[in-house]
């Protein structure tokens, strides 16, 4: 089966740019989305089809898909941005999620 | 603007059925070129797609799962379900459903309603 790895978490400063990285086997030649979870929160559609942002999503969100690695980057990083972050990809039979990245902002 | 709402028993027995209803407010299931999906939260293996549904009743299975699952919709009451059967505490998570836009390569899920927790224990 197909996998998506995520590192389990990461910190950054606020104001600063965080990139979450989602790793698969050519995934460039996929579509990634990506979903923020608050804490005690569903799912929010963050980017879609790399790098389209659904209405209502912040401009410093942005991402990328190259080669094997996608990646989300948030700019001027703001505590509201404190959440877990899963990528999400379609493989052959199935759609299938990233472990997920806690970001902490401090 | 679209939102859904999971209902169900909180708490199954082991080798019993889960059923969940998935209701859908502010637009009609039956419009637009969109999918019913559920989608499970697990601390052990994370976000997994379960399977979907169109309003003509096509369904499509995750193939981990399939054996064991049975989604449905009744448009009347602008409603999906899932049944999972023969469960066991593996199947512990919060299930989630929601829309999901496309199929195969470009498919994204938005919104999602807010999540319930189902135990599976005796």
């Known amino acids: 089966s197909y996998e998506l790895t995520q590192p389990p978490s990461m910190s950054v400063s606020p104001g600063q740019t965080a990139s979450i990285t989602c790793s698969g086997d050519?995934?460039?030649?996929?579509?990634a989305s990506w979903y923020q979870q608050r804490p005690g929160q569903s799912p929010v559609l963050v980017i879609y089809?790399?790098?389209r942002r659904p209405s209502g999503i912040p401009e410093r969100f942005f991402g990328s898909n190259s080669g094997n690695t996608a990646t989300l980057t948030i700019s001027g990083t703001q505590a509201l941005d404190e959440a877990d972050y899963y990528c999400?990809?379609?493989?052959?039979?199935?759609?299938?999620f990233g472990g997920g990245t806690k970001l902490t902002v401090l | 603007q679209v939102q859904l709402q999971e209902s169900g028993p909180g708490l199954v027995k082991p080798s019993q059925t889960l059923s969940l209803t998935c209701s859908v407010s502010?637009?009609?299931?039956?419009?637009?070129?969109?999918?019913w999906s559920w989608i499970r939260q697990s601390p052990g293996k994370g976000l997994e797609w379960i399977g979907y549904?169109?309003?003509?009743?096509?369904?499509y299975y995750n193939p981990s799962l399939r054996s064991r699952v049975i989604i449905s919709v009744d448009t009347s009451k602008n409603q999906f379900s899932l049944k999972l059967n023969s469960v066991t505490a593996a199947d512990t998570a919060v299930y989630f459903c929601?829309?999901?836009?496309?199929?195969?390569?470009?498919?994204?899920?938005?919104?999602w309603g807010q999540g319930t927790l189902v135990t599976v224990s005796s």
């Open positions: 050519k995934l460039g030649d996929k579509y």
């Open positions: 999400q990809t379609w493989d052959s039979a199935t759609w299938v």
């Open positions: 929601a829309r999901q836009y496309g199929d195969s390569a470009v498919v994204r899920f938005h919104p």
């Open positions: 089809q790399d790098t």
């Open positions: 549904i169109y309003h003509s009743g096509t369904t």
């Open positions: 502010g637009a009609s299931i039956t419009s637009g070129a969109y999918y």
